[in-house]
């Protein structure tokens, strides 16, 4: 089997420079070219984005494990039969929150503006892309499929196709429901810098202590407020852990079920817009997907979506349904 490659590249981000989360403007951004991509200087390739989940960057997609491969192998092993070759892209979105949500925010940072545009207009000055949103697609998975649906909508005239696995739809399902845990956590830390500032030094991280950190990280992407502490408004009270309704409103303008409503003929526009979600997911988003592909098929959106038997963690092997899919959607032609 032939094997393509990977170039990490540093990237030096002018709008994330002086971002409000005080993270590094500079970010290594994994490249995988295909295997035919060294053969001559006359072939050019669509592209896909792929976005890290909650809490990742674009090398962990490249993460060693002896039963799910990483990435780069598994793109090898799609083209080996018969995929088309793409380009494939891996961001760098992390925050101190442990995630962008890939939207610009007053209190994390642009990035939606450096995906699509800053890191979109790299790769296509670096390497032999094909140009054009007909030619260059979004996926991930979780926080990163929520990132690679809402691009969709709000950049049809960037990506021109979607694949969203297990990503963050119906938000009164995925998150309400650890906004208590977080509360506590903050309220046994003395507040909310403090519960941050501990949560960075501890060496082991329990699983209530990355439920408050994603509501932290929801919180600076859907509600930022400079004027609180950290730039963030929280969807409850930390005194006595009462129900915020009007910072949750806030949140729900950003889920992807409302986002629809005046989004639905960007997603018409797409080449082809890819969903899929475990049944067994543990953060019940198999309900918000079964409820956004019904609200799809009443709009008239063309879509594909599957269910498959298995949870919201490593499920990395989904790639393997949508990668295929948008490399033919995009225009790519298999190895030579």
Same mark, same amino acid.
């Given at each position: ?115 699509? =545009? ?40 960037? $990506? ?36 941050? =500032?501990? $949560? ?41 852990? =009462? ?48 409820? $956004? ?44």
């Amino acid at each position: 089997m032939r094997h393509g490659r990977v170039v990490l590249e540093r990237f030096e981000s002018a709008v994330l420079r002086g971002n409000p989360a005080g993270d590094p403007s500079e970010r290594t951004v994994p490249v995988y070219l295909p295997p035919s991509y060294d053969a001559g200087a006359a072939r050019r390739y669509p592209v896909v984005f792929v976005l890290p989940a909650f809490a990742g960057r674009g090398r962990g997609l490249l993460n060693d494990d002896p039963w799910s491969p990483p990435l780069d192998e598994r793109m090898d092993a799609l083209i080996a039969a018969g995929c088309g070759e793409v380009i494939l892209v891996m961001p760098d979105a992390f925050t101190r929150f442990g995630g962008s949500q890939y939207l610009d925010s007053a209190a994390t940072g642009r990035y939606a503006t450096h995906v699509a =545009e800053e890191l979109v207009a790299w790769v296509d000055g670096r390497w032999r892309t094909r140009p054009g949103r007909d030619h260059r697609g979004v996926a991930g998975r979780s926080s990163g499929g929520y990132g690679a649906l809402v691009l969709g909508m709000t950049r049809p005239d960037v $990506f021109g196709a979607v694949a969203c696995h297990s990503g963050d739809i119906g938000f009164d399902y995925c998150y309400r429901g650890d906004v208590p845990r977080f509360c506590t956590r903050v309220q046994l830390a003395g507040g909310l810098r403090e519960w941050l =500032e501990g $949560f960075a030094a501890r060496r082991h991280r329990s699983a209530d202590d990355m439920a408050a950190l994603n509501v932290l990280a929801m919180a600076a992407a859907y509600s930022p407020d400079p004027s609180a502490p950290l730039g963030v408004a929280l969807p409850c009270d930390l005194a006595t852990g =009462e129900f915020r309704e009007d910072v949750w409103r806030r949140w729900l303008a950003h889920d992807p079920l409302v986002l629809l409503e005046s989004h639905a003929e960007a997603l018409r526009s797409l080449r082809l817009l890819y969903l899929d979600c475990g049944t067994r997911d543990e953060c019940h988003l198999q309900h918000g997907a079964r409820r $956004f592909v019904r609200r799809l098929a009443a709009l008239g959106v063309p879509h594909e979506y599957e269910e498959f038997d298995d949870g919201h963690r490593h499920v990395a092997y989904r790639y393997d349904a949508s990668l295929p899919r948008l490399a033919r959607a995009l225009g790519a032609t298999p190895a030579p």
